[in-house]
């Protein structure tokens, strides 16, 4: 095996209006890894916000970056396990996490550009062509009607999983109001048909209980949820075995998991259908796989949640294209530009699903001119 050494890293906050939450304001944090050779790899944080985009570039630029100068690219889960053991007083967790993840997808990236394979080979080989997508939306609440017009026409277009959740405005957001709650889930089932699957995602701050949680899945079991999202607080264990034995809804958790042991403990409940989780937030390619493993041993699904740029989708497809128990892809269903701008060759459904890339490391071409338009520091 030639020698291949790190040679430059740069992390890169970009600050963007999301069209598909009503133009506001989000942010990511990517890397770009290069070579000595010329080799180059992408990763991505999902940082969210900018003071988080610009802490992440910190620990990357001052604390990572300088351990990675000079060292073999090709050598991924050792220096994953590294960073993670080097890590512990800075924290695992929050800002540390994000910037391993973004380290850690762009090493897999260069690491499978430079066999010249795609990324899911090296990840133990594709176990299908394409993947089932859901249409992944916020929900606009004080417009019911719109709603409806909206999921009919996202059915029309082929989604055949459609999921809502939260809220432009947060204060009457999904999980705020039973009663407009259960109106919004009829509205859906009623626009999509009865084939499609439907999934809602309840806002963070909602402050469900385990025995709210118990009666808003009971009142929607005549609307056959594919499944309930994030009912509960993702720590509340027992709440969620409680919620588990009331109801046939399939439950789901998991985005706001950072740890591999975070998402031990959500598979070891037992009260779980799908775990939900990112690349660019839970330990990157490496971490992510682990947890997909585990929930395979529990007879687990997983949804590859991916809302944010297309780094994340691609390293998420790749891990759904190589996995036994991969669900669907989430993906924004209008043009976005952290998924059609920074990119050359966009990742899109086509008659309900998502085709797995089959060219070099993650299968995508950055356009890095794109990607400088929108740093900000």
Same mark, same amino acid.
């Given at each position: 095996?030639?020698?291949?050494k790190?040679a430059?890293?740069?992390?890169?906050?970009?600050?963007?209006?999301?069209?598909?939450?009503?133009?506001?304001i989000?942010? /990511?944090t990517l890397?770009?890894?290069?070579?000595?050779t010329g080799a180059?790899?992408?990763?991505? *944080?999902?940082?969210g916000?900018?003071?988080a985009s610009l802490?992440t570039?910190?620990?990357?630029d001052?604390?990572?970056?300088?351990?990675?100068i000079?060292r073999d690219?090709r050598?991924?889960e050792a220096i994953?396990?590294?960073f993670?053991?080097?890590?512990?007083w !800075?924290?695992?967790?929050?800002? +540390?996490?994000?910037?391993l993840s973004a380290?850690?997808?762009?090493l897999?990236d260069v690491?499978a %550009? @430079?066999a010249?394979?795609p990324? =899911?080979?090296?990840l133990?080989?594709k176990?299908?062509?394409?993947?089932?997508?859901?249409?992944?939306?916020?929900?606009d609440t004080?417009d019911?009607?719109?709603?409806g017009r909206?999921f009919?026409?996202l059915? *029309?277009r &082929?989604y055949q999983?459609l999921?809502?959740?939260?809220g432009?405005?947060l204060s009457?957001?999904f &999980?705020?109001?039973?009663?407009r709650d259960?109106?919004i889930v %009829?509205?859906?089932?009623?626009? /999509?048909?009865?084939d499609?699957?439907i999934?809602?995602? /309840?806002?963070?701050g909602?402050n469900?209980?385990? !025995?709210?949680?118990?009666?808003?899945?009971r009142?929607?079991?005549p =609307?056959?949820?594919?499944?309930?999202?994030?009912a509960l607080?993702? &720590?509340?264990?027992?709440g969620?075995?409680?919620l588990?034995?009331a109801t046939a809804t399939?439950?789901?958790?998991?985005?706001k998991?950072?740890?591999?042991q975070?998402f031990? %403990? @959500? +598979?070891?409940?037992?009260?779980?259908d799908?775990?939900?989780?990112?690349p660019?937030?839970a330990?990157g390619?490496?971490?992510?796989?682990k947890?997909?493993?585990?929930?395979?041993?529990a007879?687990?699904?997983?949804?590859a949640?991916?809302?944010?740029s297309?780094i994340n989708?691609?390293?998420?497809?790749h891990l759904?294209?190589?996995?036994?128990?991969?669900l669907?892809?989430e993906l924004k269903?209008e043009?976005?530009?952290m998924?059609n701008?920074? /990119?050359r060759d966009p990742?899109?459904?086509s008659?309900g699903?998502?085709? +797995?890339?089959? &060219?070099p490391?993650?299968?995508i071409? +950055?356009?890095?001119?794109?990607?400088?338009? =929108?740093?900000?520091?």
């Amino acid at each position: 095996m030639a020698a291949e050494k790190i040679a430059r890293i740069e992390a890169l906050p970009l600050r963007y209006a999301e069209p598909n939450n009503n133009g506001k304001i989000r942010c /990511v944090t990517l890397i770009r890894i290069e070579t000595a050779t010329g080799a180059v790899g992408w990763g991505e *944080a999902i940082t969210g916000s900018e003071d988080a985009s610009l802490a992440t570039k910190v620990i990357i630029d001052r604390g990572l970056a300088p351990k990675l100068i000079g060292r073999d690219p090709r050598q991924v889960e050792a220096i994953w396990t590294s960073f993670r053991e080097a890590t512990y007083w !800075s924290g695992n967790g929050g800002i +540390v996490t994000f910037a391993l993840s973004a380290i850690d997808m762009a090493l897999w990236d260069v690491t499978a %550009r @430079l066999a010249g394979v795609p990324l =899911y080979q090296l990840l133990g080989g594709k176990r299908r062509d394409r993947v089932l997508a859901a249409s992944s939306v916020i929900f606009d609440t004080a417009d019911l009607p719109g709603i409806g017009r909206y999921f009919a026409d996202l059915r *029309a277009r &082929g989604y055949q999983v459609l999921k809502g959740g939260w809220g432009h405005d947060l204060s009457i957001a999904f &999980g705020k109001d039973a009663r407009r709650d259960l109106e919004i889930v %009829r509205t859906l089932r009623d626009a /999509v048909g009865e084939d499609a699957g439907i999934v809602v995602d /309840v806002a963070a701050g909602s402050n469900w209980t385990a !025995s709210h949680a118990i009666t808003m899945a009971r009142a929607f079991e005549p =609307y056959r949820l594919y499944w309930l999202e994030d009912a509960l607080p993702e &720590g509340d264990i027992d709440g969620w075995q409680r919620l588990r034995a009331a109801t046939a809804t399939p439950l789901c958790t998991g985005e706001k998991g950072w740890l591999v042991q975070d998402f031990r %403990r @959500l +598979v070891d409940s037992k009260a779980l259908d799908v775990i939900m989780i990112d690349p660019g937030r839970a330990e990157g390619v490496t971490g992510t796989r682990k947890v997909i493993e585990m929930a395979a041993e529990a007879r687990m699904a997983w949804n590859a949640h991916s809302w944010s740029s297309a780094i994340n989708t691609a390293a998420s497809l790749h891990l759904a294209a190589a996995s036994s128990n991969v669900l669907l892809l989430e993906l924004k269903p209008e043009p976005s530009p952290m998924q059609n701008d920074i /990119v050359r060759d966009p990742i899109v459904m086509s008659e309900g699903s998502v085709a +797995v890339r089959d &060219g070099p490391g993650l299968g995508i071409e +950055v356009d890095e001119a794109a990607v400088r338009r =929108y740093l900000f520091d």
